[in-house]
């Protein structure tokens, strides 16, 4: 069963434009949703986070916009540069073993590509 | 090198051997997880440790899959009786706190 859905599988756009990535959550025991951001040979390094708390949060030319009553979330790219082309993960946390760690719940990726 | 360390970085093993896999976490984290992703997904949980613990442990990790963690430092991962299903990028992380830090993987391609 896929607890967060992703879309869209992928998307092109040109330099300077404003890619939106969307994702969706059905479970409520998540309580914090990172994106992920992972070229080819590498593993996913963290981009942005957000608690569901915030409705909007901004780090640099990334924004996660939250939506709590609707489980939806997306990441948008300011500006989005070549450099940024990769495939971007959405992800849902919660905690387990007793509150002792947490597991992420990954969405299926976007395949970002940005054209000079 | 203060990231996750994994090795092998590529494994090409036939259909029916064992492979083991090695994690190297950032030395001061006490939780350690494996991930397994197949291509053109996201990483799926498979198991997690605090110190040498287990504590843990997804369906998707059969009883063909073993993890350890001796010592609560480095952490294998073995296979054994491989099938080609088995065939994704292994993916190690580590972390203090709520915040993971993934290594680079290793892809296991079985033939």
């Known amino acids: 069963q896929q607890q967060v859905k992703q879309s869209p599988q992928s998307l092109i756009v040109q330099k300077g434009g404003i890619p939106i990535i969307n994702c969706a959550y059905e479970?409520?025991?998540?309580?914090?949703f990172p994106w992920y951001q992972q070229f080819p040979g590498k593993g996913p390094a963290l981009l942005i986070a957000?608690?569901?708390?915030?409705s909007e949060k901004k780090e640099g030319r990334f924004t996660i916009s939250f939506n709590k009553s609707a489980k939806q979330f997306s990441l948008h790219i300011m500006d989005s540069q070549p450099g940024d082309s990769a495939t971007y993960f959405c992800?849902?946390?919660?905690?387990?073993?007793?509150?002792?760690?947490?597991?992420?719940?990954f969405g299926s990726g976007t395949q970002l590509t940005v054209l000079p | 090198d203060t990231g996750v360390s994994q090795d092998p970085r590529h494994k090409i093993t036939k259909r029916g051997q064992n492979v083991t896999f090695r994690c190297d976490p950032i030395?001061?984290?006490?939780?350690l997880y494996w991930y397994r992703q197949t291509l053109g997904q996201g990483p799926e949980f498979l198991t997690y440790?605090?110190?040498?613990?287990?504590?843990?442990k997804s369906r998707l990790l059969s009883d063909r899959f073993s993890a350890e963690r001796p010592k609560g430092s480095f952490s294998t991962l073995e296979i054994q009786r491989t099938e080609q299903g088995d065939s994704a990028m292994y993916l190690c992380?580590?972390?203090?706190?709520?915040?993971?830090?993934f290594g680079s993987g290793t892809r296991l391609t079985v033939v």
């Open positions: 992380a580590s972390s203090l706190q709520s915040g993971y830090t």
């Open positions: 479970n409520t025991a998540f309580d914090y």
């Open positions: 957000i608690r569901p708390d915030v």
């Open positions: 992800a849902a946390s919660r905690t387990i073993s007793s509150g002792s760690a947490r597991q992420l719940t």
């Open positions: 030395s001061e984290h006490n939780r």
């Open positions: 440790f605090q110190n040498e613990a287990q504590l843990e």
